[in-house]
């Protein structure tokens, strides 16, 4: 009876992943842009590669899970209020709710990432610590056309080094961005 039973919950558990497998997102490519404090701006493209068979339902809704990968720039000004950019390249974990049993177009994001600029940032009158730091973002976004392949999002984004090394004045942006299924 227990081997039976066993088969039984294996064949339940191989059928689930296999339809999970099957309704998993697809990788996307991006490109995000927006503003921050003391007139920063940020310019990045990247993509997004889902968790393949992981799911975690959640009210009424589905979370799932993707690795973002990302190079970008991001403008600021020194302390001498000169304009100047720098390179950010970065990973890391974001979590996905759809609601629907994950089936809306619509979602709400959480993650965060390690990254790394090639020189310091500055913040108004502040330089960042550290040329590694922690980029953390909320989001709400919406997939539309024939294959819900298009993806808008508005995301909210601090990066800081976490406290690791003083000054840390951190850096928030408002980022708005557009994502495509392939």
Same mark, same amino acid.
């Given at each position: 009876m227990a081997y039976k039973s066993f088969m039984?919950? +294996?064949a339940g558990l191989l059928w689930a992943a296999s339809a999970l497998a099957q309704t998993a997102p697809a990788p996307t490519m991006? @490109? &995000?842009a927006g503003a921050g404090d003391h007139n920063s701006a940020a310019l990045t493209v990247g993509a997004t590669l889902p968790w393949r068979n992981w799911s975690w339902s959640l009210g009424s809704g589905t979370v799932r899970g993707h690795w973002d990968a990302y190079v970008g720039g991001w403008s600021g000004k020194d302390l001498s209020d000169h304009r100047f950019t720098t390179a950010v390249i970065g990973i890391g974990p974001s979590l996905r709710w759809r609601g629907a049993q994950g089936t809306s177009p $619509? =979602? =709400?994001e959480a993650g965060t990432s390690l990254m790394v600029s090639n020189k310091y940032f500055y913040n108004g009158d502040e330089r960042m610590g550290?040329? $590694?730091n922690f980029a953390s973002?909320? /989001?709400l976004g919406r997939n539309f /056309? +024939?294959? +819900?392949q298009h993806e808008l999002s508005l995301r909210v984004q601090h990066a800081s080094n976490a406290g690791i090394k003083k000054p840390n004045p951190g850096?928030?942006? @408002? &980022?708005l961005r557009y994502a495509r299924a392939f």
């Open positions: 039984m919950a +294996s991006y @490109l &995000q $619509w =979602f =709400f550290t040329r $590694w973002h909320l /989001g /056309g +024939s294959a +819900s850096i928030n942006f @408002l &980022q």
